[in-house]
């Protein structure tokens, strides 16, 4: 586990929304990690803004996410092409 810190720099914002902002930018990246089961369940941050910056650090961040297997449809099977007509394709192909 290690430290992720990410750091926004922005045009100048207005003060009074400086904590709303970052708080946001937080949450929103905590649940895109969460998702992946990059970080734990109830993480440790901070967060911290300025005018001109807007930025985060997350403690125990994964170094790499879990493997995982997923069933990706690319191709409905009325469309494409059957096993045979594939591997004559390719025979043709790598010739």
């Given at each position: ?66 493997n ?17 007509k594939?591997r004559?394709?390719?025979?043709w192909?790598?010739?």
């Amino acid at each position: 586990m290690s430290n992720l810190l990410i750091e926004i720099f922005t045009e100048e914002l207005p003060p009074t929304a400086l904590k709303k902002l970052s708080t946001s930018l937080a949450e929103l990246s905590l649940n895109f990690l969460g998702k992946d089961k990059l970080i734990e369940e109830n993480p440790n941050y901070k967060v911290f803004a300025t005018p001109r910056r807007l930025g985060f650090l997350i403690h125990g961040v994964s170094l790499s996410a879990p493997n995982r297997k997923e069933k990706v449809r690319l191709v409905p099977k009325e469309i494409g092409l059957g096993e045979k007509k594939v591997r004559y394709y390719l025979h043709w192909k790598i010739k």
